[in-house]
């Protein structure tokens, strides 16, 4: 299941201009490379040092190549409602509340269509490792019809079995013909983990057990979805303390900060990732570094719907493992991990002042930072022993015009461009800035058909 490639085949990577590793050492090599063999990176340096030969040999001269990007949570079917007039102006929960009735409408095709669409546009922002949250399922969709389209455009995917169990008529905030029943969640959840989810190292696919919100499942649900996960050896996630109203929810239903509420559930540990924490106090900072929790910091999607500054470098400053993700499309409009990656920076040193947050620490949050958060020891960096899993970026371009002196950090602080290359377990997704795994443009054309038809009801 791990998705090896042939033992024997082989790929070299040579004169880049500027080869960032990520490793141990953070090194950066001008004129560098990299050796694969089945997938697998076996020696990093500068092209001389290389193998001359491979049976697939790409020369990137005048690019910028750096570990694939680390997409931390995301809702892939939101692509298909972008910029929704009912939605464009709302803060979390209103937002929630325009948007649910559209989405119980989605089908099937809609489901697998705009997973391919969200993959498309990750990978061409240099991201080859994404999670999604998928916490609804109208209309038959399945959480396998996701699995199905990461197989075919050739992402490493982590599935996250979302849920949601807690309707209006119980002082939840979705709709009740959107809410599952307890018992048929944690059914399927060990159904999908048992069909689909790979412990191995260099796996291309893992299922997480992931409850919506506080505000939409359960204590009894959060309880049972994490003994169901331990038993399998499998990752935990939901949202936590995205902004006030949220806070002010943990402390009405529950008495508790959210922080305190995932710690009464179980829910802390190097096995839980959060998303957002944009609320999280001094204490729950604290709980999450001394249990290694992490956090998927959406700093887009925080902006968009106006749920405030997450506290960012102060998680880091104690140690908690903090990667980025793009969110839905439908809270981000975009699902770019460069952009993210550059407005993590600007956010924080709006916060915080100029010195917050630098390019390369930036970076690493959407590297190394992201692998730590879902729990791999295999990307996020690139070394011998690593998956060979890169993208490279065009210097020439216009965006990237004058910051040649620094070419890392004008990567970041620059307008984010068009992935070149993407290479996923050794195999080419992204070729000359177009992908090559499915027809894109039939994709997005059929993205839009069934956008329109989705939203129009």
Same mark, same amino acid.
């Given at each position: 299941?791990? /998705?090896?490639?042939?033992?024997?085949?082989?790929?070299?990577?040579?004169?880049?201009?500027?080869?960032?590793?990520?490793?141990?050492?953070?090194?950066?090599?001008?004129?560098? /490379?990299?050796?694969?063999?089945?997938?697998?990176?076996?020696?990093?340096?500068?092209?001389?040092?290389?193998?001359?030969?491979?049976?697939?040999?790409?020369?990137?001269? /005048?690019?910028?190549?750096?570990?694939?990007?680390?997409?931390?949570?995301?809702?892939?079917?939101?692509?298909?409602?972008?910029?929704?007039?009912?939605?464009?102006?709302?803060?979390?929960?209103?937002?929630?509340?325009?948007?649910?009735?559209?989405?119980?409408?989605?089908?099937?095709?809609?489901?697998?269509?705009?997973?391919?669409?969200?993959?498309?546009?990750?990978?061409?922002?240099?991201?080859?490792?994404?999670?999604?949250?998928?916490?609804?399922?109208?209309?038959?969709?399945?959480?396998?019809?996701?699995?199905?389209?990461?197989?075919?455009?050739?992402?490493?995917?982590?599935?996250?079995?979302?849920?949601?169990?807690?309707?209006?008529?119980?002082?939840?905030?979705?709709?009740?013909?959107?809410?599952?029943?307890?018992?048929?969640?944690?059914?399927?959840?060990?159904?999908?983990?048992?069909?689909?989810?790979?412990?191995?190292?260099?796996?291309?696919?893992?299922?997480?057990?992931?409850?919506?919100?506080?505000?939409?499942?359960?204590?009894?649900?959060?309880?049972?979805?994490?003994?169901? @996960?331990?038993?399998?050896?499998?990752?935990?996630? $939901?949202?936590?303390?995205?902004?006030?109203?949220?806070? @002010?929810?943990?402390?009405?239903?529950?008495?508790?900060?959210?922080?305190?509420?995932?710690?009464?559930?179980?829910?802390?540990?190097?096995?839980?990732?959060?998303?957002?924490?944009?609320?999280?106090?001094?204490?729950?900072?604290?709980?999450?570094?001394? $249990?290694? $929790?992490?956090?998927?910091?959406?700093?887009?999607?925080?902006?968009?719907?106006?749920?405030?500054?997450?506290?960012?470098?102060?998680?880091?400053?104690?140690?908690?493992?903090?990667?980025?993700?793009?969110?839905?499309?439908?809270?981000?409009?975009?699902?770019?991990?460069?952009?993210?990656?550059?407005?993590?920076?600007?956010?924080?040193?709006?916060?915080?002042?100029?010195?917050?947050?630098?390019?390369?620490? @930036?970076?690493?949050?959407?590297?190394?930072?992201?692998?730590?958060?879902?729990?791999?020891?295999?990307?996020?960096?690139?070394?011998?022993?690593?998956?060979?899993?890169?993208?490279?970026?065009?210097?020439?371009?216009?965006?990237?015009?004058?910051?040649?002196?620094?070419?890392?950090?004008?990567?970041?602080?620059?307008?984010? /461009?068009?992935?070149?290359?993407?290479?996923?377990?050794?195999?080419?997704?992204?070729?000359?800035?177009?992908?090559?795994?499915?027809?894109?443009?039939?994709?997005?054309?059929?993205?839009?058909?069934?956008?329109?038809?989705?939203?129009?009801?």
């Amino acid at each position: 299941m791990s /998705g090896h490639n042939p033992a024997g085949q082989t790929l070299l990577v040579r004169n880049a201009d500027m080869l960032v590793t990520m490793d141990g050492n953070r090194r950066e090599i001008r004129g560098g /490379g990299l050796f694969a063999e089945g997938g697998r990176i076996t020696a990093v340096g500068a092209t001389g040092e290389l193998p001359a030969t491979a049976d697939r040999v790409i020369d990137l001269a /005048g690019h910028i190549v750096v570990p694939g990007l680390v997409n931390t949570h995301h809702h892939m079917y939101q692509s298909l409602t972008r910029a929704l007039p009912a939605a464009q102006d709302a803060s979390l929960f209103g937002w929630l509340e325009a948007l649910y009735p559209v989405w119980g409408r989605m089908t099937p095709e809609m489901l697998r269509v705009s997973t391919l669409t969200a993959m498309a546009e990750l990978l061409l922002s240099g991201c080859t490792t994404s999670s999604d949250h998928l916490y609804l399922y109208p209309n038959g969709c399945r959480l396998d019809d996701t699995i199905e389209s990461a197989r075919q455009i050739g992402m490493r995917f982590h599935a996250s079995r979302g849920s949601m169990s807690v309707g209006r008529s119980r002082g939840g905030l979705p709709p009740d013909s959107l809410v599952e029943d307890e018992a048929a969640i944690l059914r399927d959840s060990q159904r999908l983990i048992e069909a689909y989810h790979d412990p191995e190292r260099f796996a291309m696919q893992r299922i997480a057990v992931a409850p919506c919100s506080p505000f939409s499942v359960s204590r009894e649900l959060m309880r049972e979805a994490a003994v169901l @996960a331990r038993s399998f050896k499998v990752s935990l996630h $939901t949202h936590l303390a995205e902004n006030d109203n949220d806070v @002010a929810y943990s402390a009405e239903k529950f008495g508790m900060t959210p922080a305190e509420y995932a710690e009464d559930l179980g829910w802390l540990g190097p096995d839980v990732w959060h998303a957002h924490c944009v609320k999280l106090d001094e204490a729950g900072i604290g709980l999450f570094a001394a $249990t290694g $929790t992490g956090v998927a910091h959406c700093p887009c999607s925080n902006m968009r719907i106006s749920s405030g500054i997450a506290p960012v470098c102060r998680m880091v400053e104690r140690g908690v493992a903090v990667g980025l993700g793009v969110d839905g499309s439908a809270s981000n409009d975009c699902a770019n991990m460069l952009g993210e990656t550059r407005q993590a920076l600007l956010l924080q040193r709006v916060g915080l002042g100029p010195s917050a947050m630098t390019a390369r620490q @930036a970076l690493e949050l959407a590297t190394l930072n992201g692998a730590r958060v879902l729990g791999r020891d295999d990307i996020g960096s690139l070394a011998p022993g690593m998956a060979a899993d890169f993208a490279a970026f065009d210097l020439r371009s216009a965006t990237m015009a004058g910051a040649l002196h620094d070419p890392v950090a004008g990567l970041v602080f620059c307008a984010p /461009g068009r992935s070149s290359w993407v290479v996923v377990n050794g195999k080419v997704v992204v070729e000359d800035g177009e992908v090559r795994t499915v027809d894109l443009p039939v994709v997005l054309e059929r993205h839009n058909r069934l956008s329109l038809q989705l939203v129009s009801g």
